[in-house]
């Protein structure tokens, strides 16, 4: 068996002067579900056109299960299953014609390999006969999904699948990769939630075509050494203006009703008791979110 589902080695993507992807390794193992977590923009989409054929890079390598992006396209497209981000399937076309028309660009029908998408299917059984533009937005996912997995591919690439789609809808979409992991097939998934890094096995953090880090979730935040403060102010645009002042913060950005404060790792929170519009210091545990936007901005304020 080859190493290595996915292999990519320095690849670089322009467009028009911007560096979408600027020198990208990665390799991605047989079993696993592979995140790729990154705001719009970031390269996510960029990378999965070339891995999928779609897009050529403009230096670099990339290989999916064995075969190389280039030099062996029409096998990897014969193996591979892709969910786009945008709703790309036939509005005008019923749940069951989407399936048997994406079954027969493979030479086969339904029923071949019915048993990979029935646990899925039967959450759709109901509205077989509805046209997908009437689906709601969790039914069109679970369709997409089908249609991307009919063919029994060997690998599966999901570009954004769970935007738009509300909270329930998404964690029934997880728990459906979740059990497909468990048939030993590779699930490479691009998200721009943080929340659900949690859910892949590794995790890269990537950003204006960069890659930040890479690892599991709790290898990422270890990683992270500095102290974590939530401090609330009276007008909490003034205070972060302030916080961003004091020696020893190290970066300072607004999250919800507090403003998250980065220091260094011997910083005493009492420096912060001349800040007169404080009313509430304390000292919480970084997220994967919080984790992002530090290395982002680099240890700046």
Request: proline share 4%; aromatic share 8%.
């Amino acid at each position: 068996m080859i190493d290595n589902a996915i292999h990519i080695e320095s690849v670089s993507k322009t467009f028009g002067g911007v560096k979408a992807l600027d020198n990208i390794s990665l390799d991605i193992n047989y079993g696993e579900i592979y995140g790729l977590l990154g705001p719009d923009g970031a390269g996510k989409t960029t990378l999965f056109r070339i891995l999928t054929t779609l897009m050529l890079p403009d230096s670099g390598t990339a290989s999916v299960c064995g075969f190389d992006t280039i030099k062996n396209y029409t096998q990897i497209r014969r193996i591979s299953g892709y969910m786009p981000g945008r709703f790309s399937l036939y509005p005008d076309l019923s749940v069951e014609e989407n399936l048997k028309f994406f079954a027969s660009l493979f030479g086969g029908d339904i029923a071949d390999n019915f048993d990979i998408i029935e646990p899925i299917f039967n959450q759709l059984a109901p509205f077989k006969n509805r046209r997908a533009a009437n689906l709601s937005g969790g039914m069109k996912q679970k369709l997409a999904l089908c249609c991307a997995l009919i063919h029994r591919p060997e690998i599966l690439f999901l570009d954004e699948p769970t935007t738009g789609v509300d909270a329930v809808s998404r964690s029934e979409f997880w728990d459906i990769l979740s059990n497909i992991k468990h048939t030993g097939m590779p699930i490479f998934v691009s998200t721009p939630y943080m929340d659900e890094a949690s859910r892949c096995d590794r995790i890269s953090l990537i950003n204006s075509g960069k890659i930040l880090d890479t690892g599991t979730l709790d290898e990422i935040l270890k990683r992270n050494k500095m102290p974590l403060l939530a401090v609330r102010g009276k007008n909490n645009y003034q205070t972060l203006l302030a916080l961003r002042k004091v020696d020893g913060v190290k970066m300072a950005f607004l999250s919800g009703e507090h403003i998250h404060v980065f220091t260094e790792e011997r910083f005493n929170p009492d420096i912060l008791s001349s800040i007169n519009e404080i009313t509430e210091i304390k000292e919480i545990t970084p997220n994967i979110e919080d984790v992002f936007i530090k290395i982002m901005g680099n240890g700046c304020k």
